[in-house]
């Protein structure tokens, strides 16, 4: 029933490997590990196996299974998505994707008129940026950037801007104004990942398990080497 639909949410996108399961939009359990270097392939079937032990459930009682899609890091996105697929074909459970950025932006609660902006490290200047309103509707796309004085000004001249996550540390450098707040320690974690997987369940917004990939942003790293 979608009412009570459990789905397991793998967050493997940075360096935090997170593994959750939820009924309906409620966490049952978590387990994540946030470190430096990057363990995810020893860490995540272990964490999959524990989260049901402790939740009390078996492979056979998943609804489905989430899985965080990028941008993000290669190898992270890689194991987690190679998991998530693996999950699906053996178990027939259909597959759902979530955007990371959005995610991230479920972990902070902002008033009318403000705006959150979770960011990703890329590499230099550059960063993966998306911009959300107070309902954590996307209202500007994923892009990968390069910050400089004048990023996210349309925003900043209208509301407080809450630039979060591992590439906030940059934007600190280079955004002045009393409108930007910085929050660094923000990580994807699939405890945020349960609410929009829950709705994307009910909506059958599933995708094809076979030729499903996730969002590199390839394409920008050509870009920026080719320009160099």
């Known amino acids: 029933m979608a009412a009570m639909a459990i789905i397991l949410n793998l967050e493997t996108a940075t360096t935090n490997c997170s593994v959750s399961i939820s009924k309906g939009t409620e966490v049952v359990f978590l387990k994540e590990n946030n470190a430096i270097n990057y363990s995810h392939s020893e860490q995540l079937h272990i964490f999959i196996r524990e989260a049901l032990e402790e939740a009390s459930l078996s492979f056979s009682d998943l609804d489905a299974i989430a899985v965080s899609m990028g941008p993000g890091s290669y190898t992270g996105l890689r194991i987690g998505v190679s998991a998530a697929k693996g999950l699906c074909f053996s ?109 994307k369940f009910q909506n059958k917004d599933f995708e094809d398990v076979a030729y499903f990939e996730p969002y590199y942003l390839k394409d920008f790293v050509l870009q920026t080497k080719k320009k160099s």
């Open 91 to 199: 178990l027939d459970l259909p597959l759902i994707s979530i955007p990371t950025l959005e995610s991230m932006a479920y972990q902070v609660a902002i008033t009318e008129g403000e705006f959150i902006v979770p960011v990703l490290d890329a590499r230099r200047m550059e960063v993966y940026s998306a911009v959300f309103n107070v309902h954590k509707n996307e209202i500007r796309e994923t892009r990968a950037e390069i910050i400089d004085e004048n990023s996210f000004q349309e925003f900043s001249s209208k509301g407080k801007v809450h630039l979060i996550g591992s590439g906030a540390e940059k934007c600190q450098d280079v955004l002045k104004g009393d409108n930007f707040q910085f929050n660094t320690q923000i990580v994807p974690s699939a405890r945020e990942m349960a609410t929009i997987a829950f709705n």
